[in-house]
C-alpha cells in the first residue's frame, strides 16, 4: 500500500504521491526476482519470502506438445527394448516431468533406482517431485541420501536449503547455503540464494554483500543485477537499485520484472514521467500487463493527470475481469485506485460509490479504503460520516493506529478537542506510533490547550521516533515560536527538505519566524503564500486558517511593540474570519488585552 506520509522509512517501503489527505494502492509492489527457485515480494511495505521450485507444467503451444509427446512414445519404445537399463526409465520420467505427470513420471524414477541405486539424476528428480507435491519429509531424506553420495555436491546443498526454507527452517537454510559456499567461494548461484534467504528475514544488508559477489562473478547475468536491485530497494538505496535495475534491462531488454521494479524505484524517487515513458512507449507488440497497466496509472496520477489515471486503471479492471487473472483482491484495489482518481477530479459522488464498493469487495483486506473515504467525508465537512466509517474500520483493524488519528480528526472537527487529544494520547503510547500522531497532538496542546510544555515534549518525542520528519519538524518549529524561542525554530525549519504534502504548514511557520524576529512585511508575504498555496489546492477552509492565523500573529507582534491601534486593527481583520474557534478565542482575548 501507499502512504502519502514523508516519513522516510515510509517511503522505503510504501511509495509516496502527491497528497497527503489520501493513499493509492499501489499497483506492482512487486520487486520480482524471476530466475531460480525463490521468488520474493513486497506486500504491505514488507519483504515476503517464497520460496518456489519451477512447476513442472503441460506445454503452452501444440507444437511444443507434439514433440514431448513424440518424446515420450520414443522413451517408452527404450524401456521396452532395455527393460533392465535405468537409463531408459530416467529418459522417460523427465519427458513426463515436462508435461506436467507429475506421479507417473516419479513411477519411473523409482523404478530407476529399483534397478540402479547410484542412478544420481532419478533421486535428485524424484526429489524434486515430492516437493514439489508437498512432500518436504519425503523430498528431505531424498536430498539428506544424495548428500550422503555426493557430499561435494553444491546442487544438493541448495536443494536442501530449499526444503529447509520451505519449512521455515531459515537457520539451517542458511548454514546449507554457506556451505554450499565454501564448496566453491566464486560459484554466483549459491550467494544468490543466501541474498534471497537474507531478503525474507530483513537482512537487507547482509543480502546486498552477497548479491554485490554474485554480479561480480556473473556480470552478464540479468537476474543476479535484478535481486540487487531489489535488495538496493528495499534497504532504501533508490539510487543504485535504478542503476542495478537498468543494467538487468540492458543485459535482458525484455525482463518483465526488471522494468516494473525500476518502474517502481522511479516512482519512489518521484520520477513518474520517466515512468510513462518507459511504459507508454514499449512496441505494439509487446502490450504492458494489468500490472504494467496500473504502474502507468500511478505516474500519471502522481503527475496530477487524474483522468489519464482514471482511464488506465478503467482498463487494468477490464484486463482483470478479462483474463481472470487476478481476482477480488485487483478489483478491490483498482476499484479504491478509481475512488482516489474521483476525489481529485472532485466528483465527490462518484468517489464515494467507488471507494464504498472497494470496502464492500474485501472489508478486511486493508484499512486503506476506509481512511480514504473517511478523508473524503472530511473534506467535505461530513466529519460524522467521517467517525462512523472509522468506527467501523476501528472494529475490523483494531490495532491500526492511523485510524485512531483519523478519528482523532474527525473529532477535532466537530470541536471535541478533549476527546480527540485523549484519544491521540493513546496511540502515541506505541513505540510504533505514526509521526502525525505526535505532530497533530502537539498542534492541539499548543493552540487548544494552550499547554506548550506539554506539547513540546510530546512534539519532542515524535522527533525521536521519526527524525527527520517534516511534519514533526515544522510543529516542533512551531511550538519553539509559541514559546518565543525563534533561534532554535530557525534551525528546525533548515533542516526540512521541502515536499509538497506539508508546504502550506512549512510557509506559514516560516511567515510566523519572520514576524517573530521582526520582518512583519515579509512574514505577511509568507503567509499570503501559504493562503494561496491552500486555496490552489482547493482547501479553502485551510485558506481561511492561514489567513486568520496570519492577523493573529500580526496583532500579538504589534501589541507586542506597543502598536495598540494597529493590533486592533489586525484583531478585527482576523475575527472577521471563519477560522478556528482557538484562534478565534485567543483573538478575542487579545483584544481585551490591548484595550485595558
Not at 315 to 333: F, K, S
Not at 548 to 567: C, D, I, N, T, V
Request: proline share 4%; net charge positive; glycine share 6%.
Amino acid at each position: 500500500m501507499i502512504d502519502l506520509s514523508a516519513d522516510a522509512e515510509t517511503r522505503r517501503q510504501e511509495l509516496v504521491s502527491a497528497d497527503p489527505r489520501f493513499r493509492l494502492d499501489p499497483p506492482g509492489a512487486g520487486l520480482l526476482v524471476a530466475t531460480g527457485p525463490v521468488e520474493f515480494r513486497r506486500v504491505e511495505g514488507k519483504v515476503a519470502g517464497t520460496w518456489r521450485d519451477v512447476q513442472a507444467r503441460s506445454s503452452e503451444t501444440p507444437e511444443v506438445f507434439a514433440v514431448l509427446t513424440d518424446m515420450i512414445a520414443r522413451s517408452r519404445r527404450d524401456v521396452e527394448r532395455s527393460a533392465g537399463s535405468a537409463r531408459p526409465h530416467v529418459n522417460l520420467g523427465l519427458a513426463l516431468m515436462k508435461t506436467g505427470l507429475l506421479e507417473e513420471a516419479a513411477g519411473e524414477f523409482s523404478r530407476a533406482l529399483a534397478l540402479d541405486p547410484k542412478e544420481h539424476s532419478a533421486e535428485a528428480n524424484l526429489a524434486r517431485i515430492r516437493v514439489l507435491q508437498g512432500n518436504l519429509v519425503e523430498g528431505e531424506k531424498l536430498y539428506s541420501h544424495l548428500r550422503e553420495s555426493a557430499p561435494q555436491n553444491a546442487s544438493v546443498l541448495m536443494s536442501l536449503a530449499f526444503v529447509s526454507a520451505r519449512r521455515g527452517l531459515w537457520d539451517h537454510a542458511i548454514s546449507l547455503l554457506q556451505d554450499a559456499i565454501r564448496l566453491d567461494e566464486d560459484a554466483p548461484l549459491p550467494r544468490y540464494n543466501l541474498a534471497r534467504v537474507y531478503l525474507t528475514l530483513g537482512r537487507k544488508h547482509e543480502a546486498i554483500a552477497q548479491l554485490k559477489v554474485a554480479s561480480r562473478s556473473d556480470v552478464r547475468s540479468p537476474s543476479f543485477h535484478q535481486g540487487l536491485g531489489v535488495a538496493y530497494a528495499l534497504a532504501g538505496e533508490f539510487g543504485r537499485a535504478e542503476r542495478s535495475f537498468r543494467t538487468a534491462l540492458t543485459l535482458a531488454p525484455d525482463t518483465r520484472d526488471a522494468l516494473y521494479g525500476l518502474c517502481v524505484v522511479l516512482l519512489a524517487t518521484k520520477k513518474p514521467q520517466e515512468v510513462v515513458t518507459l511504459l507508454s512507449t514499449r512496441p505494439a507488440n509487446r502490450a504492458l500487463d494489468r500490472e504494467g497497466v496500473e504502474l502507468l496509472a500511478r505516474a500519471y496520477f502522481d503527475l496530477g493527470n487524474y483522468k489519464a489515471a482514471q482511464n488506465h486503471l478503467t482498463i487494468a479492471m477490464r484486463l482483470v475481469e478479462e483474463t481472470r487473472g487476478g481476482g477480488v483482491v485487483d478489483l478491490a484495489r483498482i476499484t479504491n485506485n478509481l475512488g482516489v482518481c474521483a476525489v481529485f477530479q472532485r466528483d465527490v459522488r462518484q468517489a464515494e460509490q467507488l471507494l464504498k464498493r472497494a470496502i464492500e469487495m474485501q472489508p478486511g483486506a486493508s484499512p486503506i479504503p476506509y481512511h480514504n473515504l473517511a478523508r473524503a467525508y472530511l473534506d467535505e465537512k461530513r466529519a460524522y460520516k467521517a467517525q462512523e466509517i472509522l468506527e467501523q474500520c476501528q472494529q475490523i483493524f483494531p490495532s491500526d493506529d492511523t485510524t485512531r488519528v483519523l478519528r482523532a480528526i474527525a473529532l477535532e472537527s466537530q470541536n471535541s478537542q478533549g476527546e480527540s487529544m485523549a484519544l491521540l494520547r493513546e496511540v502515541i503510547r506505541s513505540e510504533k506510533a505514526p509521526a502525525a500522531a505526535f505532530a497533530i497532538l502537539g498542534a492541539l496542546l499548543a493552540d487548544e490547550a494552550r499547554d506548550l510544555d506539554q506539547a513540546l515534549a510530546v512534539i519532542r518525542r515524535g522527533n525521536e521516533l521519526h527524525p527527520g520528519n517534516p511534519l514533526v519538524l515544522n510543529n516542533l518549529a512551531y511550538v519553539h515560536l509559541r514559546r518565543g524561542e525563534s533561534a532554535p525554530a530557525r534551525d528546525i525549519l533548515k533542516r526540512i527538505r521541502t515536499d509538497a504534502t506539508i508546504d502550506v504548514a512549512v510557509t506559514a511557520t516560516r511567515g510566523l519566524l519572520l514576524i517573530a524576529e521582526g520582518d512583519l512585511e515579509q512574514g505577511k508575504q509568507f503567509y499570503r503564500a501559504a493562503e494561496r498555496m491552500a486555496r490552489q489546492g482547493g482547501n479553502r477552509d485551510l485558506a481561511e486558517v492561514v489567513r486568520q492565523k496570519m492577523h493573529l500573529e500580526l496583532a500579538r507582534a504589534y501589541a507586542r511593540s506597543g502598536q495598540s491601534a494597529m493590533a486592533l486593527r489586525e484583531i478585527q481583520k482576523g475575527l472577521r474570519i471563519k477560522g478556528r474557534e482557538s484562534f478565534s478565542i485567543d483573538l478575542k482575548g487579545l483584544e481585551q488585552t490591548v484595550v485595558e
